[in-house]
């Protein structure tokens, strides 16, 4: 069953406070993932910044909007309880609540055209758009990020598989760095892409200090890379009895050369091109800076009184 939307969530949330009594939100959260039937993987799905379970914010949320409307009345921190409003609302016995249920109550209204995002074309407040949205904005805001974050990480893409296998090498040696390896850019410099023996295009020291090193081959492959490039690569660490090594391609791996470093002794991490298209956005390899939005909350440990 898939997470329920925060809407889904506003009316099985008062049906649970109906008891009149105090409810924390934790416990709350167990009784509706108990409710819809939550399988652990989905309880532990994040919101697309990867901050909080999108099942825990979501009934956050719905809490929001009733308490907003006066159904429910905080009591504490992440505690509350309904409200006489709250108590005869469920005794009309709705089928569903909403946003658009909650509209008749003036205070929810308000609480709709403080927060509005946008305005139609006359210049009023496009509040119906707010209403039937089935996403929280922290949601819809972090999915809009992670398409303009796709939508560049095809670009780089593309410009990477166009550049000169020199320039692409001195790529590989930038991330490096940025990602603390290498020690200094000069000597991650010398050591990558210089053509070695077996197959193996460089080697970089995996700290700053050189307590190690790791073994690096990066091709601009246009087709799957399969299990035996893996295992020429395997055998060449072998020869140089090395440890660790890093293969990094512009394409894909195949599922068996995914599955045949899961079972060999030496440690070989695989990173194909999205994977590196998107650790260039991490480290700032290849991006500049468009702009910065930075989302805030409610700090609660700030307004409690002694």
């Keep these: 069953m898939a997470i329920p939307d925060f809407q889904t969530l506003m009316l099985p949330l008062l049906e649970i406070a109906g008891d009149g009594k105090e409810h924390s939100l934790a416990d709350v959260i167990d009784l509706l993932a108990e409710r819809f039937h939550l399988t652990a993987e989905e309880r532990a799905e994040l919101l697309p910044s990867g901050t909080q379970s999108k099942f825990v914010h979501r009934v956050g949320w719905a809490r929001t909007d009733l308490r907003e409307a006066g159904l429910l009345e905080r009591t504490g921190r992440a505690r509350f309880r309904i409200t006489d409003r709250g108590l005869a609302v469920l005794r009309g016995t709705p089928q569903t609540i909403n946003r658009a249920f909650l509209r008749r109550f003036l205070e929810f209204?308000?609480?709709?055209?403080?927060?509005?995002?946008?305005?139609?074309?006359?210049?009023?407040?496009?509040?119906?758009?707010?209403?039937?949205?089935?996403?929280?904005?922290?949601?819809?805001?972090?999915?809009?990020?992670?398409?303009?974050?796709?939508?560049?990480?095809?670009e780089l893409l593309g410009r990477i598989r166009s550049c000169s296998p020199r320039f692409f090498e001195r790529?590989?040696?930038?991330?490096?760095v940025a990602m603390g390896y290498g020690g200094s850019r000069k000597d991650a410099g010398r050591a990558v892409g210089q053509s070695g023996d077996g197959g193996i295009d460089g080697v970089i020291k995996e700290?700053?200090?050189?307590?190690?090193?790791?073994?690096?081959?990066?091709?601009?492959?246009?087709?799957?890379?399969?299990?035996?490039i893996v295992q020429t690569f395997a055998g060449s660490?072998?020869?140089?009895?090395?440890?660790?090594?890093?293969?990094?391609?512009?394409?894909?791996?195949?599922?068996?050369?995914?599955?045949?470093?899961?079972?060999?002794?030496?440690?070989?991490?695989?990173?194909?091109?999205?994977?590196?298209a998107q650790l260039m956005i991490d480290h700032g390899i290849g991006v500049t800076e468009l702009a910065t939005y930075t989302v805030k909350k409610l700090d609660l440990d700030y307004f409690e009184e002694e």
């Design 207 to 228: 700290d700053k200090l050189g307590l190690d090193v790791v073994y690096v081959q990066a091709k601009r492959w246009d087709n799957t890379v399969g299990r035996p």
């Design 109 to 154: 209204d308000e609480f709709l055209r403080r927060t509005r995002r946008g305005r139609d074309e006359d210049g009023n407040a496009a509040i119906e758009t707010e209403i039937v949205v089935p996403t929280t904005p922290e949601e819809t805001l972090g999915g809009a990020y992670q398409t303009v974050r796709q939508a560049l990480a095809q």
């Design 171 to 176: 790529l590989v040696v930038d991330l490096l």
């Design 237 to 276: 660490l072998e020869g140089q009895r090395a440890r660790k090594g890093v293969l990094i391609t512009t394409s894909q791996f195949s599922p068996d050369a995914k599955e045949y470093v899961k079972y060999i002794e030496k440690k070989i991490v695989l990173v194909d091109g999205e994977q590196l």
